[in-house]
């Protein structure tokens, strides 16, 4: 059920994802602008992931869990009955909270739950990310025509608050945090830990130009709306069906081998989508890409988890949410407003040379790890 309400948590951000063109159309929102729209949830998850989230490591995963969620309601509300700027700005920094705080705790109580299967249990959670994401271009398609922008946002909350007994009622095992740490920060002593948290905030700069471009750039380039949500729909596909796989193929390959390759196929793709000339051809490229992070992308997530010891693993999550949500916020402004100005090239091409930056940091960061080939749970510290 915990997987259930983790989709939930990404369907309402899908619904988002898929309705910025509509906003710039009907509320005369700049490209710009929509970048800050869809970077501020993630400047607010980062400022939760940071605060919030090693709560859950003090005996609170399961009081964060409800109150992260229903939080994400609340400011999915906000965006169903905002007209302008202001409010829908707003409601994405209250739902941005709500995820931040929510998702960790959520990842803590999944990694506990069975450690040895880690791999396996966070590619599943992964699969289940992917899908509610992907749930809401079919619902926005569904649903916006007829109802309106409002309409996608009120059934995703009305799903969400329906699962939340559901995944309430299974039984979480807290153990408060011994080491006295208020935040996480500390993790990053580790060569380690921090390497992760490079390649983690790589992936996410991909996912942060991806989001922020691909509903604009297939309107500019007239691509059929059936055909631009088909995009993201079939996007996530094999990360569905392939995130346990990814997971398992982490953790007995090695976590930091299998991320590196992801994202250096992944810098791939992202400059092409700068390159190719209509939406069709984006479409086609997409489809390998999608192969290629079903394959990978649980990587350094698993990464961060082989790093630190169990009393942790909501404050590590979070500290990777963290710089995940702050690389992604950062990204989707900066690449909207290179799109709007010099163009989609260049826009595309700094991602890509930005991803592969950070690859080449966190290979050097983890090198120890990578060496050893170690493939079980190591101290926190070094």
């Known amino acids: 059920m915990f997987s259930a309400l983790s989709a939930a948590l990404a369907s309402g951000y899908g619904v988002l994802f898929t309705v910025v063109g509509d906003y710039r159309d009907e509320y005369g929102i700049s490209e710009t602008w929509l970048g800050v729209l869809i970077g501020a949830g993630f400047i607010s998850a980062f400022v939760a992931q940071i605060v919030i989230a090693p709560l859950a490591d003090r005996g609170h995963a399961r009081t964060l869990i409800i109150v992260g969620v229903l939080g994400n309601v609340v400011g999915l509300l906000m965006m169903a009955f905002g007209t302008s700027l202001v409010p829908l700005l707003a409601g994405r920094l209250v739902s941005g909270i709500g995820i931040g705080a929510s998702l960790p705790a959520i990842r803590r109580i999944v990694i506990l739950a069975d450690p040895e299967n880690l791999g396996q249990n966070l590619g599943r959670l992964l699969s289940a990310d992917v ?146 000339p209509t939406g069709g051809w984006i479409f086609a490229f997409a489809m390998g890409h999608a192969l290629s992070d079903g394959i990978t992308i649980a990587a350094s997530g698993v990464a961060i988890s082989l790093a630190v010891a169990e009393d942790r693993q909501a404050g590590a999550q979070g500290l990777m949410g963290a710089a995940q949500s702050l690389m992604a916020g950062i990204a989707a402004p900066v690449v909207a407003g290179l799109y709007e100005g010099p163009g989609r090239a260049v826009a595309y091409g700094a991602a890509a040379v930005g991803m592969l930056v950070l690859v080449v940091i966190g290979m050097a960061l983890g090198w120890p790890f990578i060496r050893d080939r170690r493939r079980s749970l190591i101290p926190a510290a070094e």
Do not use: C, K
């Open 131 to 276: 899908f509610g994401f992907a749930s809401g271009p079919a619902i926005s398609a569904a649903l916006v025509g007829p109802f309106g922008l409002a309409s996608p946002f009120l059934v995703v909350s009305g799903l969400t608050l329906a699962i939340i007994p559901f995944a309430l009622a299974v039984t979480v095992v807290e153990t408060p945090d011994e080491t006295g740490q208020r935040l996480a920060l500390d993790l990053l002593r580790n060569r380690v830990v921090s390497g992760a948290v490079v390649l983690g905030s790589a992936v996410f700069l991909m996912i942060g130009a991806f989001d922020a471009l691909w509903d604009v750039v297939h309107e500019d380039l007239e691509t059929t709306d059936w055909l631009a949500n088909l995009g993201i729909t079939l996007f996530a596909v094999p990360l569905v069906i392939l995130g346990p796989t990814s997971g398992r193929l982490s953790q007995r390959v090695g976590p930091f081998r299998i991320a590196a390759a992801g994202l250096v196929v992944g810098a791939f793709f992202i400059f092409m989508y700068g390159q190719l």
